[in-house]
């Protein structure tokens, strides 16, 4: 059914709506596109545009989100089941 749809994950920021992909999206897509919502971000142009600078900031907050859930989790948790 979304063998269409062009990128693993998006959002609409305004109206709190996320949608991915599940075959395709990695935990740290999706965090992305939550960081977006949070931040309260305007809607970003392309989908790797490292120019952009909430593209950037959500980069950076996935990550420390991301990790954060693998440090409350302990040392036997395996990172490569977050990506």
């Not at 991915?20 to 939550?34: K, R, W």
């Amino acid at each position: 059914m979304w063998d269409f749809f062009p990128v693993p994950a998006a959002v609409n920021v305004d109206k709190k709506i996320m949608i991915y992909n599940s075959n395709e999206a990695s935990a740290f897509e999706v965090t992305h596109e939550l960081i977006h919502v949070l931040n309260k971000d305007n809607p970003h142009g392309d989908y790797f545009d490292a120019s952009n600078p909430q593209e950037v900031r959500a980069n950076y907050e996935e990550t420390i989100l991301i990790w954060e859930i693998f440090d409350a989790n302990g040392e036997d948790t395996n990172i490569l089941m977050y990506l």
